[in-house]
């Protein structure tokens, strides 16, 4: 018995030596290993000499990375991905091809995840890719890798990248905020969207969500909106640059700052010429803005375009949603425009308006921009499906002067309402109308009362 | 020896020697673990720039870095350590007099990074700079070259 | 040749091993083996008494302190570094997943394993008089090890770290008076958090350690003194009618006639510490059977080692530990479960907080912890026994179900669903 326990000892010391070098071995021959072995092999192939070649096959290999402190995170990509920055590498084979169009998004400052998702902690292929369990940011698909422009590009036309542009612009006009809140901004019936791009959602997920919510989102009360592929994919688009990232100072410093040229597309989009004249160009109700940069300074004017009513409480111009870079251009425009291309944009519009009609028109600004599409229709004409409410149907807001006073219609603003339902011993109706009191000033609740009672439609006579 | 002793002794010196090849192995295995392998400060290694960045005469100094980017009309691109060999301030070069000063305790370099003057124990390290395959120079701290270097563009 | 056996003579003092006092002055003259007897008995040293469980339960702490001090090296506790160099752990250091797996599963068996000696040692009656407070001392190094263990699983900061302690922290809050306030010393704070972390690494790295080393020495120096590991149940004969003689017996109670030790064997400093063992008694046929430590109980114990040793480094290299996302205090998953060895606590506390967290496990701890002292029988045979090993039995099988139940039969929302009924949202 004790012979036979010694040879169990030494048996065991044999084993655990065998295991101490089998464990050795394994820390030892991880596979960017060979991956980097192969690659000084493709490029031995372009060096011009033996001792150059051999040079170059003798490198040790290492782990690369990019620590990138502002964008708090370390990537490991060009351990593998070696030619990356290597322009002889323009037809190589993954992983080792070049990155063509990097322009100034060099891995030493950016590194690759911030746009191409993954897991950039990692050295191993399908951990890199965050195509594992517990990573919830993997690779984007090359179809949607141009929505990460807009993680940083927040503002204005990124180039090359139209969707983001598109998908802002649906989402501004086609009510999205009345259910959703944005930024603070919005309502309460869907979730919140600030920072949708970093949920994790897959992006497939999303495009199907915008051409039919239903069917990923049972018994959802978003109603289908019918987009055409082009504009889910905007959509997608937009919600995957809706990241909250923090991002250092360097980078939000070298975000484009865009133009006089886009400040004058947004002069237009926003209408400001329907209140305010350039030189005498426009109306009257707001105040001349030709030369407004020599009499106020830029930081004056900016406060001024985020409120309004700080300067001039009871001050009829809507707050407009604008990030810091869009106010910028805007102002650049304010400073270089003329009169006469005022009134080239002017020529573009319809008739001048009265007082009256600027209420109305900041009403239908206020109408769009918090949502109120959404639900009930750029054409106020409702017909949102509103399951087991009565009626069915979010109603249209074209008829309201035949049941409702104007008291009546602003109180509901105010105080929302609960549609009377259907029947009783089904689930409540998913849709309702917010109470808007707290979100909305006064002014702006009798605002767009005064654009909805622009737009009420006679009865037909009987 | 008879065969019953022959065969204990050998398979105890077996079970003896894996034993301690065990603990070697872990011990070897334990010292390779606590290297680091990645670093997580500034690499040793990166790009500067092109060429075209460099003005001719002066050189220039690129403070994270700590270097001193030489860029010579007729002989080409070279780089300097700009950390003094004494205790790692950062010495100043003149154009007056082509020499790296030291401010902290007086140490003189010449032109070519040898001590002339003060406590400094020895010559300025130029480093390694090569043109990467996308047109930039790049500078390895690793790869220390003699004075002499240069590289041509 | 003469300066090198000088040199050898100086660090190794004692006669060869050939001889019977060279065996013996290994043990007492060395530092490291002088807690051992220099000889034991070899029945008491039978692999199906004891199963080693104690050894094994000792070399595995060995191992966890070893692979913890190195992972020190790379780990820092504050969140979310933390969660970083677990990745870097896996990903770019030099045997780091090895090392973290042998960490954790070295864990795991260790809790399983002082469970199991727990068990044996009841099993055998080894906590009767003399040794119940040794037993005593056992229950709080198991309490310390469950507390290593729980303290542990929250330094990865991951999904499953976060709220698996998010939950643990909970469930003590429900203890009456100081329940509130021992969270929020725990946890430095009232959620889980950055306090909470450094909190719980030092007690993982130098509290809760330096306590499980101190009370080990008291466990092993008390097993020494009560005369070693004890008998095997199986040598046992019916109780005689003759009790154990103790130390301090009043005057005039009757003295039960023992057996004495031999009148012609000596005892020298190399064999026990006085005359006779303190508290127990040895009887001739007994003294027969025991033979040097060097090398019967050696080479057993050098086998435990390298057989935990290897159990643990060939589970490491095949199986990783898990390490899920990055804790996400706004995102729990569902269900949220504490470790597997709290599991049956969660399970009760889902029944009720206060009968289930507090009052049930407390009572099963002050139940254990008196057991010694309301066990009247004096017998450790089984036959003897059959009470105390039921109910014992029921003890251990009640807290089994309760993991298994906890484990595998709790889905989402605690719902009661069984493993093999597939649910959506449940992590397969």
Not at chain 1, 236 to 242: A, G, I, R, V
Not at chain 3, 20 to 46: Q, R, T, Y
Not at chain 3, 229 to 255: F, N
Request: glycine letters at 8%; aromatic letters at 10%.
């Amino acid at each position: 018995m004790e012979r036979r326990l010694q040879q169990l000892f030494f048996a065991l010391s044999v084993l655990a030596l065998l295991l101490i070098v089998a464990a050795a071995h394994q820390a030892n021959t991880p596979s960017w290993k060979t991956f980097q072995h192969n690659y000084h092999v493709l490029e031995a192939q372009g060096e011009p000499n033996e001792v150059t070649k051999a040079a170059v096959l003798a490198t040790p290999p290492e782990v690369h990375q990019f620590m990138l402190t502002g964008l708090q995170r370390v990537d490991r990509c060009t351990t593998c991905h070696m030619g990356v920055e290597d322009p002889t590498m323009k037809n190589a084979p993954e992983p080792f091809r070049y990155h063509a169009n990097l322009g100034p998004h060099v891995p030493s400052k950016f590194g690759c995840t911030i746009c191409h998702g993954g897991q950039g902690l990692a050295t191993t292929t399908e951990d890199a890719h965050g195509k594992v369990e517990f990573w919830e940011n993997p690779l984007l698909s090359k179809d949607y890798i141009r929505a990460s422009c807009g993680r940083c590009h927040k503002e204005g036309d990124v180039p090359g990248v139209p969707e983001l542009t598109e998908g802002r612009h649906l989402f501004e006009t086609q009510g999205c905020r009345g259910c959703h809140k944005l930024n603070g901004i919005g309502g309460t019936i869907g979730p919140d969207l600030t920072g949708e791009g970093a949920s994790h959602r897959a992006p497939e997920w999303l495009e199907t969500h915008f051409l039919t919510p239903n069917a990923l989102s049972a018994g959802s009360a978003m109603p289908n909106f019918h987009f055409t592929r082009e504009q889910a994919k905007a959509l997608t688009y937009y919600m995957l640059s809706l990241t909250s990232e923090d991002m250092g100072s360097y980078y939000s410093s070298v975000r484009l700052i865009p133009g006089p040229e886009y400040g004058r597309k947004l002069f237009a989009e926003k209408n400001c010429i329907t209140c305010h004249n350039f030189g005498g160009i426009g109306q009257k109700a707001g105040p001349d803005l030709a030369g407004v940069t020599t009499r106020h300074s830029q930081e004056w004017l900016d406060e001024q375009l985020v409120n309004p009513e700080l300067v001039y409480p009871g001050s009829s111009m809507p707050a407009y949603d604008l990030e810091s870079n869009e106010r910028k251009a805007l102002i650049s425009y304010l400073s270089s425009a003329t009169p006469a291309d005022v009134q080239q944009l002017l020529s573009n519009k319809a008739k001048a308006l009265s007082p009256q009609d600027v209420a109305i028109e900041a009403g239908k600004q206020d109408f769009a921009r918090f949502g109120c599409v959404g639900c009930h229709g750029t054409e106020l004409q409702g017909g949102v499906p509103n399951p087991n409410a009565q009626g069915g149907e979010v109603p249209s807001l074209l008829h309201l002067s035949d049941d409702y006073t104007k008291d009546e219609v602003l109180a509901v603003i105010r105080n929302g309402r609960v549609p009377p339902i259907d029947n009783a011993n089904g689930p409540p109706p998913p849709l309702y109308m917010p109470a808007w009191k707290k979100v909305l000033s006064d002014e702006d609740i009798n605002r767009i009362a005064d654009f909805l009672w622009s737009k009420q439609q006679k009865k037909d006579a009987w | 020896m008879d065969r019953r002793t022959f065969f204990k002794v050998s398979w105890g010196s077996v079970g003896v020697a894996a034993l301690l090849s065990a603990v070697g192995v872990s011990l070897t295995a334990v010292g390779r673990y606590l290297m680091p392998t990645v670093f997580y400060e500034p690499p040793q290694a990166f790009k500067i720039g092109t060429p075209g960045d460099f003005a001719f005469g002066a050189p220039t100094f690129l403070v994270d870095e700590k270097i001193y980017v030489f860029h010579d009309r007729e002989r080409g691109f070279a780089v300097a350590s700009a950390v003094c060999t004494h205790l790692g301030c950062t010495v100043a070069h003149f154009q007056s007099d082509q020499k790296f000063h030291c401010p902290c305790h007086g140490s003189v370099f010449g032109a070519d990074g040898n001590v002339q003057h003060g406590p400094a124990p020895r010559a300025l390290d130029w480093f390694e700079v090569t043109l990467a395959r996308d047109g930039q120079l790049r500078v390895d701290k690793n790869k220390v070259v003699p004075p002499t270097y240069r590289l041509m563009v | 040749m003469n300066i090198f056996r000088e040199v050898y003579q100086s660090i190794v003092r004692r006669d060869p091993l050939s001889t019977d006092k060279g065996k013996s002055e290994l043990v007492f003259l060395n530092v490291w083996l002088h807690i051992h007897p220099a000889k034991v008995k070899k029945e008491n040293m039978k692999f199906r008494h004891s199963f080693y469980l104690g050894f094994i339960t000792f070399f595995l702490f060995l191992i966890l302190v070893t692979t913890g001090i190195a992972l020190m090296f790379y780990y820092r506790p504050f969140p979310p570094q933390s969660y970083q160099d677990m990745k870097d752990l896996q990903f770019v250091v030099f045997l780091g997943p090895f090392l973290r797996n042998m960490h954790r599963w070295a864990a795991h068996g260790m809790v399983v394993c002082v469970f199991l000696h727990m068990c044996r040692v009841f099993y055998t009656g080894s906590y009767k008089k003399p040794r119940q407070f040794n037993w005593v001392i056992g229950i709080f190094l198991l309490l310390l090890t469950l507390g290593l263990s729980f303290t542990g699983y929250l330094l990865p900061w991951d999904q499953l770290a976060y709220w698996a302690i998010t939950v643990g922290t909970n469930i003590g809050s429900y203890a009456p008076f100081i329940g509130g306030t021992l969270r929020e010393v725990l946890l430095g704070g009232h959620s889980v958090g950055q306090a909470a972390l450094v909190r719980f690494y030092v007690l993982h790295v130098a509290i809760l350690p330096s306590l499980m080393i101190l009370l080990t020495i008291v466990h092993f120096w008390r097993v020494r003194k009560d005369g070693g590991l004890s008998r095997p149940v199986w040598k046992l004969k019916a109780p005689s009618t003759a009790g154990l003689v103790t130390i301090g017996t009043s005057a005039d109670a009757p003295l039960v006639p023992t057996q004495a030790a031999s009148t012609t064997k000596t005892y020298g400093l190399m064999e026990v510490v006085t005359g006779k063992p303190i508290f127990e008694q040895v009887t001739p046929e007994e003294e027969e059977d025991t033979v040097f430590s060097y090398p019967y109980a050696f080479v057993r114990e050098a086998v435990t080692l390298m057989a935990t040793v290897t159990t643990i480094m060939a589970m490491s290299l095949f199986l990783n530990a898990p390490l899920e996302e990055l804790a996400n205090p706004a995102k729990t998953p569902n269900p949220a479960k504490a470790p597997w060895y709290f599991l049956g606590l969660q399970e009760l506390v889902s029944h009720s907080a206060l009968l289930g967290g507090v009052v049930a496990p407390a009572l099963m701890v002050i139940a254990l912890l008196v057991i010694p002292y309301i066990d009247r029988n004096p017998s450790r045979r089984p036959r003897d026994r059959k009470w105390a090993i039921w109910l014992f039995t029921a003890f251990v099988v009640v807290n089994l179900v309760l993991i298994v139940v906890g484990t595998f039969f709790r889905g989402p929302g605690w719902a009661l669903v069984p493993p093999w009924v597939h649910v959506v949202g449940r992590p397969e």
